[in-house]
């Protein structure tokens, strides 16, 4: 079974800047790893769970919601069954629990919708 673990996560000011991991394993997960394409979500406190960033299974593309383009940066080491969120220039919205996800399906780099697998989630939180 797929499980995938967060971490990096804590308290900021304004400004300041973060960078998260996501740690992949199960059976067969090592090996397959590199076939999945890996995305980011996060959930404020009172919202729905949305998409922040996803990357494609060679790493070679990656998209991003507009409220974290310039700021945020998704990478990931195959090598190590990791993917990345650098978070720079963070402001207080974007205070949530930042969840990792894998997509539904192999060897492609889905939509949102497409992702699942989902990790308990890191708290980030960015005082003013």
């Known amino acids: 079974q797929v499980q995938l673990v967060e971490s990096g996560g804590g308290s900021v000011q304004a400004g300041g800047s973060l960078r998260l991991s996501c740690v992949g394993s199960g059976y067969g997960y090592a090996a397959k790893y590199g076939n999945y394409a890996m995305a980011w979500f996060r959930r404020s406190l009172g919202s729905e769970r949305v998409g922040v960033a996803t990357?494609?299974?060679?790493?070679?593309?990656?998209n991003y919601a507009d409220s974290v383009k310039g700021r945020f940066t998704i990478s990931r080491d195959n090598a190590k069954n990791t993917v990345y969120l650098q978070m720079n220039s963070l402001k207080p919205e974007d205070t949530a629990i930042y969840y990792c996800?894998?997509?539904?399906?192999?060897?492609?780099?889905?939509?949102?919708?497409?992702?699942?697998?989902w990790g308990q989630g890191t708290q980030v939180t960015v005082s003013s």
């Open positions: 996800a894998r997509s539904l399906r192999a060897y492609v780099h889905p939509g949102w919708d497409d992702f699942g697998d």
């Open positions: 990357i494609s299974p060679s790493g070679s593309a990656t």
